[in-house]
């Protein structure tokens, strides 16, 4: 068997992409080619499937793995060896350092950080019940490095996630959280503000941002 090894998707102009990259990847079931819009950045190791359709100024590691059936918005940087599996969906500006874990049915909003290490889960009772239930991070969310969250839990718009905090539970919006188990303090001032766009936006070289304005084009995101 085996499926013809044809380009299958299509990228936008000024990309980036290192030879060994593989975009379109088959799969049983497959319908569409990869779809990424204008000036991705894509490093060498990467697989992306198809079905799984990209925004703008995508920017993305080495050895990512991106699944089938993503559906992923403007301006997001996934940093190298993460995983996204398949079937989940993320908003504009989403930013995910090194080593995370993304499962199905995960849902991720606009403006969201994501710190290295980080795993998030979508079975309550692995092999022992049915179904799974991935985990939603609403809109200007920051998760520190290294937490765990929980399957089918809620993290409230603008709420501040602690390193190695254990989200066992919904997250209210604008609190800051942290522990193993979680808990919520009120949001101090010098977080209040939500998550800087010029933080976020901006592509980025080996060793943080480079001069890039042109965020100031897109934000803020009109979907
Ligand atoms: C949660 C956080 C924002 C708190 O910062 P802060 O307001 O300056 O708090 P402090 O460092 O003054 O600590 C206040 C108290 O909370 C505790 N604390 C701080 N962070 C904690 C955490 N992540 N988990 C558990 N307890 C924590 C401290 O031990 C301290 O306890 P004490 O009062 O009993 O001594 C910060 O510690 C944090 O985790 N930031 C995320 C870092 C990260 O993961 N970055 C990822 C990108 S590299």
Redo the contacts with the bound molecule.
């Keep these: 068997m085996g499926f013809p090894i044809l380009p299958f998707h299509e990228i936008g102009g000024h990309a980036q992409i290192d030879p060994d990259v593989i975009l379109g990847y088959r799969y049983p079931g497959d319908s569409e080619p990869t779809k990424i819009g204008d000036h991705a950045i894509i490093r060498s190791g990467s697989i992306i499937y198809a079905n799984t359709t990209i925004g703008n100024r995508f920017q993305c590691g080495h050895q990512v793995l991106i699944r089938g059936e993503i559906s992923i918005g403007h301006r997001c940087v996934v940093h190298h060896k993460c995983t996204l599996e398949g079937r989940l969906r993320m908003g504009n500006g989403v930013k995910i ?1 090194a080593h995370v874990y993304v499962p199905s049915r995960t849902t991720i909003g606009d403006m969201v ?1 994501i ?2 290490g980080t795993t998030f889960l979508n079975a309550k009772y692995p092999m022992r019940q049915d179904g799974v239930q991935g985990a939603t991070i609403e809109d200007g969310v ?6 765990t969250i929980c399957p089918g839990v809620t993290i409230g718009k603008g709420s ?6 254990l989200v066992n539970k919904d997250v209210p919006p604008n609190v ?1 959280a ?3 188990p979680v808990q919520f303090r009120p949001m ?1 001032e ?2 209040a503000g939500g998550n800087l766009p010029e933080q976020l936006l901006p592509q980025t070289d080996l060793f943080g941002a480079h001069h890039d304005d042109t965020w100031k084009d897109d934000y803020p995101f009109n979907s």
């Design positions: 350092m950080f710190g290295p920051t998760i520190g490095g290294g937490v501040f996630i602690g390193a190695g905090t800051l942290f522990g193993v101090p010098s977080l």
